[in-house]
């Protein structure tokens, strides 16, 4: 889609190219892999990217010259750099973001707070990732309909599937139970975007739910349920 923003991903292993270059393509983002620096840094001077993310998985004095090299080319100087480690050293950390680092993030990766640090960086106005999902949500309104099929989750709402879109601002108390779970979530919801039959070609009609003061049992729970569905058949090794 063209509305992905383009991000630099330099990783020296082909197994870590991989994980990050899928990890992200299911986010939402469209990664460009090299394996050195200086491979980087001339993709750069061919195609803008909006951040570039760094394998710092190397020696230190590796790390610190690619850093430094990455941050004087004009080319990206002037965007985000987040480093991912598999060790969380906090006096290592606070010396990464004084050499430039926007951010340091550690393996594995949890899904929600990389999405929500490259959303940052990137100027993206969603701050939490969605997955697919089809399931039954009963509205206890009754309106449109006593249910619906939601096609999308995330963190903060989900979209219903509904050819009769309720205005914006309603307020709405819904119930429902994700996929291999047996308790039900219940939460208020307010209708925050519509979509009318014909009038977007590549958006299902219906209408997007914000959720409203979402238990936090609840929000980890769904959470969890979309890092399971969109990293489960993803193996991260260390120093890969």
Partial sequence: MSDKKKVLIICHSAAGQMYFGVLLSRIWFSPVLAKTPDEGIRLA?????????LDGDVAEPELKT???????????????????????D?????????????AVLTKPLDLAIMYEVLARLCGQPRTTPRTAVK???AIAEGIPEKSL????ISEGGLYLRTIQPLQEGQRL???????????????AAE?????LLGTQFDVEPGMGLRFVDIPQEAQLKIRNFIQWEMTGDLEWQANI
């Fill in 135 to 137: 399931m039954n949500v």
């Fill in 66 to 88: 690619a850093i430094t090299l990455l941050k004087a080319d004009q080319s990206l100087k002037d965007f985000p750099l987040v480093v991912c480690m598999t060790i969380d």
């Fill in 90 to 102: 906090p006096a290592k950390n606070k010396a990464l973001l004084e050499q430039g680092c926007s």
């Fill in 191 to 195: 209708v925050v975007r519509t979509s």
């Fill in 173 to 187: 108390h819904i119930r429902f139970t994700l996929p291999h779970d047996t308790e039900a979530i219940q939460v």
């Fill in 45 to 53: 001077r061919k195609s803008q990217f909006s951040l570039t993310l």
């Fill in 149 to 152: 099929t939601s096609v999308n």
